[in-house]
Every structure is written in C-alpha cells, then in structure tokens.
C-alpha cells in the first residue's frame, strides 16, 4: 500500500496555494506535514481526499484518484478542523452513526482507547472541545480505512491525550496503516518523516477586475 | 444496505430531537389553514371554493419552510466532508436525507391535512383525494427541495435564494395537486390531473438525487 503524489499543483482563484509537490507515503509510515501557516497543508490534505481538484497526479496502491475516486476514497479517512459531530446526539450515537456507515458495526475499542466511556451517554453539545475533538478522532478508528488523512488533530487535547493519541497512531501503522499529519506541535512520533511546504510566496496576485481595483471610478 | 439505513435513521433522530424542525412545517400548516377562516371569514361556500388550492398552498410552503438546513447543517460541522468519503453513493445520500425530509414534513402533513380540510368546509367526495394528492405530490416537493438545498449549501442565509430556485419547480406539482382535490369536490374527473401529479413525482424522484448530488461535488470543489 502507496500513497505516491507527483508534480501536485493546486490553484484556486488565480493564486497558487502550492506547486510541484511530490512526494510517497508507504505502508506503515507516519507522515508529517510542516509549514507555517498558509502554506496550504489542509489544502493539501483535502486535496488527496479528492475533495479540492488539483493538477498533477495522485496514486493510492496504483489506482490514479482522477480516474477512480470511489474505489480511492474508499481506502481514505480524513479528519479536519471539524469534528462533523451533531450536538444533539450522544457521544455514543455519534460514534455508532460513523461505525455503522461505514460497514463496521463495532467499535473496535474506540470506546476505550480515547477514554470515551465516561461521557458515553452525554450529549455531545455538553462536551468540551476537547472531548468533542476526542469524539472525532475516535471515528478514525471504526472507520477502518488504511490511509489517515489528519488536519492539525491534537488541537484542544491535553498532553496525556496527545500521547495516547501518538500511540494510536503507532499502533495504527504498524498494522499496515498510512498517516499523513499536518501539525505544529511535537507528537512524539520519533520514527516519522517530515514533508515541508514552503510559506506562501506568491501572495495574492493584483486584480485586473476594474471595480476591484477602483479604475472605474 | 445498512449504512443507508443507519443515516435514515439518524436524520429521523435528529430531525424530532430539540432542535430538529421536524414540527416546524406542520406548526406552519395548522397556523395558516387555521387563520383562513378568519381572513375569509365565515362564508361556508367560498371556503369550500378556496379549499383545495389553500391547503395545497400552505402544504408547499410548510415544506419549503425547513430544506435550507437538509445540507447545510451537515456543511457546517463537518459532516458532509467524511459522508462523502463513506461508502455510500452521494446520490444515495441525497435520497435519503430527502426521504426523511418527506417522512419528517411531508407525512405529518398529509395526516393533519384532513383535520384542517373540515375547517375550511371541504366537500365530503374530496378528503380521499386531498390525502392520496398530498400523500403523491409532497415526495416530489422534498426532492425537488433536495435540489436547491444543494445548488446553495455553502450560502449564508441561502434560504431566500433556495425559495426563488426551488419554487418555480413546484409550480407544476402544485397545480395538478390542487386540481386533484378540486375536481374531486366539483365531482368531475379527477384522474387525469391525479396520473400528471403521478408523474412529476416519479420524474422527480429518479432525476432529483443526480442532480443534487451534481450540485453538492460543484460545491466541494
């Protein structure tokens, strides 16, 4: 199993958020994803969930995402800056929703290993943004998928978390598992590889939109 | 089969906890149905004459009433970002969070509109009709809806802009709806208005996921 990216550029509106990204991830291996702020690391991240089109080529295990997005999504978890929680459900209705879309009915000890199960019965709007961020986190678990695409996860966990969260994702790759991590803190992943995206360079290019610009007047 | 019935499930759940809107349609139902008399005032025929086209009215409004937050609320926390990585189909997903739109709004609705049908002097032959109309026509109201809850997920307070898009569409359902219920009260024939309101539902219903899931990939990019 093979993340390989080549010659990745994504554009929005006339500015490039990056250019010329290559890089592989193998089985096994945890990624991180370093650069300062704007350098376009979630960008790039839901990039290669195929939810943001971009030049280039990505492979998952050989299979090209432009030519087979299900069969690569598929293979795919991703966990962004939200937690995609209903605050009207329980923590334990959250987590069984995710279980259960995606074709896992257990929990595969998601429960014990982010220490959910003492506000397992609390609705999730009670939660503090720590438990909340914990409570998405969780889903990457019983979602079983090989790839974890994760966006600055650790944001609202305490240290003991943190930890519990590198060892998570030890445990994950050392099933055969793919995580690729963009944060700005030490995780403790002493063994993972480091990808940097320069800081954004080419700023915001001058409009040629006359109203924008203040010619028409 | 089972993570579609898992998301049916939740969007019931969601829908009739605090919060949901899941009364929200059939409150406005009973509010406006309930105001006719006294706008009219009580003039036993004419009621009789407005009645099937107010409740087919008030019945499309309800509806529209709360299909800005079908995706929107799923847009905004997250959601619709890992349910598109999820096995399941987008155009599956749009069906079925179109089909608890329908069971959540639309059924109420057809339940309660008999009750409401007798304060506006509806005429005894058309209360069959007005249940079988309704219970035909409001399916296609939440998927058309579907549609224009996708094309503006992503817009803040998109709620007007999906009124002007999705409206003009249930301008067909409407008037073949209402003329079902008229006809049945006028006692002429009511089925070739009833096989037209048949077939915008079905056309509806198989073209209404694609399209809004169409809307909902633009929306991701």
Same mark, same amino acid.
Not at chain 1, 156 to 162: F, I, N, P
Not at chain 2, 14 to 23: E, N, Q, T
Not at chain 2, 104 to 123: D, Q
């Given at each position: 199993m093979t993340l390989t990216v080549s010659d990745l550029t994504c554009t929005r509106s006339t500015r490039t958020i990056f250019s010329g990204m290559s890089f592989a991830v193998h089985a096994g291996e945890a990624v991180l994803l370093r650069g300062p702020n704007g350098a376009g690391k979630s960008t790039l991240l839901r990039v290669l969930a195929g939810m943001i089109p971009a030049e280039g080529r990505i492979d998952l295990n050989g299979q090209a995402l432009a030519d087979g997005r299900d069969a690569v999504q598929e293979q795919i978890t991703y966990a962004g800056h939200l937690?995609?929680?209903?605050?009207?459900?329980?923590?334990?209705?959250?987590?069984a929703f995710w279980a259960r879309l995606f074709d896992g009915d257990t929990l595969v000890g998601a429960k014990e290993k982010f220490a959910l199960a003492d506000i397992w019965d609390r609705p999730a709007h009670a939660c503090s943004a720590g438990q909340k961020?914990?409570?998405? +986190?969780?889903?990457?678990? #019983? $979602?079983?998928?090989?790839?974890?695409?994760?966006?600055?996860?650790?944001?609202? +966990?305490?240290?003991?978390? #943190? $930890?519990?969260?590198?060892?998570?994702?030890?445990?994950?790759c050392a099933q055969g598992g793919m995580a690729l991590i963009a944060t700005h803190i030490d995780l403790g992943l002493d063994s993972a590889r480091e990808i940097h995206m320069p800081a954004d360079q080419t700023g915001t290019p001058p409009s040629n939109d006359p109203f924008l610009s203040g010619d028409w007047a | 089969m089972s993570a579609a019935f898992a998301l049916l499930m939740r969007e019931l759940r969601?829908?009739?906890?605090?919060?949901?809107?899941?009364?929200l349609g059939l409150a406005f139902f009973l509010i406006v149905?309930?105001?006719?008399?006294?706008?009219?005032?009580?003039?036993?025929?004419?009621?009789?004459?407005?009645?099937?086209?107010?409740?087919w009215i008030a019945a499309l409004l309800a509806c529209l009433l709360s299909l800005d937050r079908l995706f929107q609320a799923d847009f905004e926390d997250g959601t619709l970002d890992i349910l598109t990585l999820s096995p399941l189909p987008l155009e599956a997903l749009?069906?079925?969070?179109?089909?608890?739109?329908?069971?959540?709004?639309?059924?109420?609705?057809?339940?309660?509109?008999?009750?409401?049908?007798?304060?506006?002097?509806?005429?005894?032959?058309?209360?069959?009709?007005?249940?079988?109309?309704?219970?035909?026509?409001?399916?296609?109201?939440?998927?058309?809806?579907?549609?224009?809850?996708?094309?503006?997920?992503?817009?803040?307070?998109?709620?007007?802009?999906l009124s002007l898009l999705v409206l003009p569409l249930y301008i067909p359902t409407l008037i073949f709806g209402a003329r079902c219920v008229s006809a049945a009260a006028e006692?002429?024939?009511?089925?070739?208005?009833?096989?037209?309101?048949?077939?915008?539902?079905?056309?509806?219903?198989?073209?209404?996921?694609?399209?809004?899931?169409?809307?909902?990939?633009?929306?991701?990019?």
């Open positions: 937690d995609a929680i209903k605050p009207q459900l329980t923590v334990g209705e959250n987590l961020r914990r409570l998405g +986190l969780a889903r990457l678990l #019983v $979602t079983k998928r090989p790839l974890w695409l994760l966006d600055e996860p650790t944001v609202s +966990l305490d240290t003991a978390t #943190v $930890t519990q969260f590198a060892k998570i994702v030890t445990e994950h | 969601l829908a009739l906890r605090s919060g949901g809107g899941a009364g149905i309930m105001l006719i008399p006294f706008g009219i005032g009580p003039a036993p025929a004419l009621l009789a004459k407005i009645a099937p086209g107010t409740l749009v069906a079925i969070k179109a089909l608890a739109h329908w069971l959540t709004t639309g059924l109420p609705l057809v339940i309660a509109a008999p009750v409401l049908g007798l304060t506006l002097n509806l005429p005894d032959q058309a209360y069959w009709w007005l249940v079988i109309s309704l219970a035909v026509g409001t399916p296609a109201l939440s998927f058309l809806g579907a549609i224009g809850a996708a094309l503006t997920v992503g817009i803040r307070r998109g709620g007007l802009l006692n002429t024939a009511v089925l070739p208005a009833f096989q037209l309101l048949s077939g915008v539902t079905l056309f509806t219903l198989a073209l209404a996921p694609i399209a809004a899931a169409a809307a909902i990939r633009m929306h991701m990019r």
